[in-house]
T-cell receptor, first 110, second 115 residues
Framework: QKEVEQNSGPLSVPEGAIASLNCTYS??????FFWYRQYSGKSPELIMS????GDKEDGRFTAQLNKASQYVSLLIRDSQPSDSATYLC??????????FGTGTSLTVIP | GAVVSQHPSWVICKSGTSVKIECRSL??????MFWYRQFPKQSLMLMAT?????????EQGVEKDKFLINHASLTLSTLTVTSAHPEDSSFYIC???????????FGPGTRLLVL
Protein backbone atom coordinates (compact mmCIF):
# COMPACT_ATOMS: atom_id res chain seq x y z
CA GLN A 1 0.00 0.00 0.00
CA LYS A 2 1.35 3.41 -0.92
CA GLU A 3 1.83 5.94 1.83
CA VAL A 4 -0.16 8.59 0.00
CA GLU A 5 -2.71 7.94 -2.69
CA GLN A 6 -4.31 10.33 -5.12
CA ASN A 7 -6.53 9.85 -8.10
CA SER A 8 -4.22 10.61 -11.03
CA GLY A 9 -7.07 12.06 -13.08
CA PRO A 10 -7.17 13.81 -15.36
CA LEU A 11 -9.84 15.93 -13.74
CA SER A 12 -11.60 18.44 -15.96
CA VAL A 13 -13.88 21.18 -14.70
CA PRO A 14 -15.43 24.16 -16.46
CA GLU A 15 -14.21 27.64 -15.63
CA GLY A 16 -15.96 28.99 -12.55
CA ALA A 17 -16.75 25.56 -11.11
CA ILE A 18 -15.39 23.99 -7.94
CA ALA A 19 -12.54 21.54 -8.39
CA SER A 20 -12.24 18.87 -5.71
CA LEU A 21 -8.99 17.00 -5.24
CA ASN A 22 -8.68 14.11 -2.83
CA CYS A 23 -5.91 12.30 -1.03
CA THR A 24 -5.71 9.42 1.44
CA TYR A 25 -2.76 8.42 3.57
CA SER A 26 -1.77 5.33 5.47
CA UNK A 27 0.24 6.58 8.46
CA UNK A 28 -2.37 7.27 11.13
CA UNK A 29 0.16 9.22 13.19
CA UNK A 30 0.78 11.83 10.48
CA UNK A 31 0.40 15.39 11.68
CA UNK A 32 1.29 17.65 8.78
CA PHE A 33 -0.37 17.79 5.39
CA PHE A 34 0.44 19.86 2.34
CA TRP A 35 -0.83 20.62 -1.12
CA TYR A 36 1.59 21.59 -3.86
CA ARG A 37 0.81 22.81 -7.36
CA GLN A 38 3.12 21.89 -10.22
CA TYR A 39 2.80 23.50 -13.60
CA SER A 40 4.16 21.59 -16.55
CA GLY A 41 7.92 21.94 -16.72
CA LYS A 42 8.15 23.69 -13.35
CA SER A 43 8.94 22.57 -9.82
CA PRO A 44 6.24 22.12 -7.15
CA GLU A 45 4.97 25.21 -5.36
CA LEU A 46 3.42 25.07 -1.89
CA ILE A 47 -0.16 26.36 -1.88
CA MET A 48 -1.66 25.07 1.36
CA SER A 49 -0.70 23.39 4.59
CA UNK A 50 -3.06 22.00 7.22
CA UNK A 51 -2.41 20.43 10.59
CA UNK A 52 -5.77 20.24 12.39
CA UNK A 53 -9.02 18.51 11.57
CA GLY A 54 -11.49 20.67 9.72
CA ASP A 55 -11.23 23.27 7.02
CA LYS A 56 -8.59 25.87 6.28
CA GLU A 57 -9.34 28.55 3.75
CA ASP A 58 -6.93 30.72 1.79
CA GLY A 59 -8.50 32.76 -0.96
CA ARG A 60 -10.11 30.42 -3.47
CA PHE A 61 -8.45 27.39 -1.89
CA THR A 62 -9.84 25.33 0.98
CA ALA A 63 -7.99 22.40 2.49
CA GLN A 64 -9.99 19.86 4.45
CA LEU A 65 -8.53 17.33 6.86
CA ASN A 66 -10.16 14.33 8.48
CA LYS A 67 -7.60 12.41 10.50
CA ALA A 68 -10.08 9.74 11.58
CA SER A 69 -10.70 8.85 7.94
CA GLN A 70 -7.09 9.57 6.96
CA TYR A 71 -8.31 11.85 4.25
CA VAL A 72 -7.25 15.28 3.07
CA SER A 73 -8.76 17.26 0.24
CA LEU A 74 -8.32 20.52 -1.62
CA LEU A 75 -11.19 22.53 -3.00
CA ILE A 76 -10.61 25.22 -5.59
CA ARG A 77 -13.53 27.60 -5.93
CA ASP A 78 -14.21 29.66 -9.05
CA SER A 79 -11.67 27.60 -10.98
CA GLN A 80 -9.64 29.48 -13.55
CA PRO A 81 -7.72 28.20 -16.57
CA SER A 82 -4.56 29.29 -14.74
CA ASP A 83 -5.36 26.64 -12.10
CA SER A 84 -4.68 23.93 -14.69
CA ALA A 85 -1.76 22.00 -13.24
CA THR A 86 -0.86 18.84 -11.37
CA TYR A 87 -1.68 18.97 -7.67
CA LEU A 88 0.49 16.98 -5.30
CA CYS A 89 -0.63 15.88 -1.87
CA UNK A 90 2.17 15.50 0.67
CA UNK A 91 2.09 14.05 4.16
CA UNK A 92 4.72 14.18 6.87
CA UNK A 93 4.67 10.83 8.61
CA UNK A 94 5.54 9.94 12.17
CA UNK A 95 9.21 9.50 11.24
CA UNK A 96 9.29 13.06 9.87
CA UNK A 97 9.54 11.67 6.36
CA UNK A 98 7.69 13.43 3.59
CA UNK A 99 5.54 11.27 1.35
CA PHE A 100 4.17 12.59 -1.90
CA GLY A 101 1.23 11.34 -3.87
CA THR A 102 1.65 10.85 -7.59
CA GLY A 103 -0.44 13.94 -8.27
CA THR A 104 -3.79 14.75 -9.83
CA SER A 105 -3.84 16.51 -13.17
CA LEU A 106 -6.45 19.28 -13.29
CA THR A 107 -7.65 21.00 -16.44
CA VAL A 108 -9.96 23.99 -16.20
CA ILE A 109 -11.85 24.42 -19.43
CA PRO A 110 -12.58 28.03 -20.47
CA GLY B 1 7.59 31.39 2.26
CA ALA B 2 11.18 30.28 2.23
CA VAL B 3 13.24 30.58 -0.94
CA VAL B 4 15.35 27.82 -2.42
CA SER B 5 17.46 28.46 -5.49
CA GLN B 6 19.17 26.14 -7.92
CA HIS B 7 21.95 26.69 -10.39
CA PRO B 8 22.13 26.15 -13.27
CA SER B 9 18.55 26.05 -14.46
CA TRP B 10 19.54 24.35 -17.71
CA VAL B 11 22.57 22.32 -18.64
CA ILE B 12 23.45 20.47 -21.82
CA CYS B 13 26.52 18.27 -21.77
CA LYS B 14 28.23 15.54 -23.71
CA SER B 15 28.01 11.94 -22.63
CA GLY B 16 30.76 11.04 -20.18
CA THR B 17 31.14 14.45 -18.60
CA SER B 18 30.25 15.36 -15.02
CA VAL B 19 27.72 17.99 -14.10
CA LYS B 20 27.37 19.82 -10.78
CA ILE B 21 24.07 21.28 -9.63
CA GLU B 22 23.88 23.65 -6.69
CA CYS B 23 20.97 24.06 -4.30
CA ARG B 24 20.87 26.98 -1.90
CA SER B 25 18.49 28.02 0.84
CA LEU B 26 18.50 31.80 0.53
CA UNK B 27 16.83 33.06 3.67
CA UNK B 28 17.11 30.18 6.10
CA UNK B 29 19.46 27.46 7.19
CA UNK B 30 18.76 23.88 6.19
CA UNK B 31 20.46 20.99 7.90
CA UNK B 32 18.63 18.66 5.55
CA MET B 33 17.99 19.05 1.86
CA PHE B 34 16.46 16.64 -0.59
CA TRP B 35 17.20 15.79 -4.20
CA TYR B 36 14.46 14.60 -6.55
CA ARG B 37 14.38 13.56 -10.16
CA GLN B 38 11.38 13.81 -12.41
CA PHE B 39 11.00 12.35 -15.89
CA PRO B 40 8.42 13.81 -18.28
CA LYS B 41 4.85 13.15 -17.20
CA GLN B 42 6.01 11.12 -14.22
CA SER B 43 5.85 11.83 -10.52
CA LEU B 44 8.67 13.10 -8.33
CA MET B 45 11.19 10.50 -7.32
CA LEU B 46 13.24 11.07 -4.20
CA MET B 47 16.87 10.30 -4.93
CA ALA B 48 18.60 11.16 -1.69
CA THR B 49 18.53 13.10 1.53
CA UNK B 50 21.44 15.47 1.95
CA UNK B 51 22.62 15.99 5.52
CA UNK B 52 24.87 18.89 6.48
CA UNK B 53 28.21 17.67 7.67
CA UNK B 54 27.55 14.00 7.05
CA UNK B 55 26.96 11.51 4.29
CA UNK B 56 23.87 11.61 2.20
CA UNK B 57 21.23 8.94 2.50
CA UNK B 58 20.32 7.43 -0.85
CA GLU B 59 17.05 5.82 -1.83
CA GLN B 60 17.05 2.26 -2.99
CA GLY B 61 18.21 1.91 -6.57
CA VAL B 62 20.07 5.24 -6.70
CA GLU B 63 23.79 4.83 -7.34
CA LYS B 64 25.67 6.84 -4.76
CA ASP B 65 28.89 6.75 -6.79
CA LYS B 66 27.12 8.22 -9.78
CA PHE B 67 25.14 10.89 -7.95
CA LEU B 68 27.55 12.52 -5.53
CA ILE B 69 26.01 14.75 -2.91
CA ASN B 70 27.87 17.23 -0.77
CA HIS B 71 26.19 19.32 1.91
CA ALA B 72 29.11 21.46 3.00
CA SER B 73 27.21 24.25 4.71
CA LEU B 74 23.80 25.00 6.17
CA THR B 75 22.75 26.79 3.00
CA LEU B 76 24.33 24.78 0.20
CA SER B 77 23.99 21.26 -1.13
CA THR B 78 25.45 20.09 -4.41
CA LEU B 79 24.57 17.15 -6.63
CA THR B 80 27.20 15.97 -9.08
CA VAL B 81 26.12 13.62 -11.84
CA THR B 82 29.32 11.80 -12.72
CA SER B 83 29.99 10.40 -16.18
CA ALA B 84 26.56 11.46 -17.33
CA HIS B 85 24.78 9.44 -20.00
CA PRO B 86 21.67 10.21 -22.06
CA GLU B 87 19.50 8.19 -19.68
CA ASP B 88 20.45 10.66 -16.92
CA SER B 89 18.66 13.41 -18.82
CA SER B 90 15.92 14.56 -16.50
CA PHE B 91 14.56 17.38 -14.35
CA TYR B 92 16.46 17.54 -11.05
CA ILE B 93 14.78 19.37 -8.19
CA CYS B 94 16.08 20.08 -4.72
CA UNK B 95 14.10 21.01 -1.66
CA UNK B 96 14.68 22.06 1.91
CA UNK B 97 12.58 22.09 5.05
CA UNK B 98 12.06 25.27 6.97
CA UNK B 99 10.59 26.25 10.29
CA UNK B 100 9.26 24.44 13.30
CA UNK B 101 6.67 22.70 11.14
CA UNK B 102 9.36 21.57 8.70
CA UNK B 103 7.47 22.72 5.64
CA UNK B 104 9.22 21.60 2.48
CA UNK B 105 10.08 24.20 -0.17
CA PHE B 106 11.33 23.36 -3.64
CA GLY B 107 13.95 24.96 -5.80
CA PRO B 108 13.04 25.85 -9.38
CA GLY B 109 14.74 22.75 -10.77
CA THR B 110 17.59 22.03 -13.15
CA ARG B 111 16.91 20.51 -16.51
CA LEU B 112 19.77 18.26 -17.65
CA LEU B 113 20.18 17.09 -21.22
CA VAL B 114 22.98 14.67 -21.96
CA LEU B 115 23.83 14.28 -25.62
Amino acid sequence: QKEVEQNSGPLSVPEGAIASLNCTYSDRGSQSFFWYRQYSGKSPELIMSIYSNGDKEDGRFTAQLNKASQYVSLLIRDSQPSDSATYLCAVMGTGNQFYFGTGTSLTVIP
Amino acid sequence: GAVVSQHPSWVICKSGTSVKIECRSLDFQATTMFWYRQFPKQSLMLMATSNEGSKATYEQGVEKDKFLINHASLTLSTLTVTSAHPEDSSFYICSARQGALQTQYFGPGTRLLVL
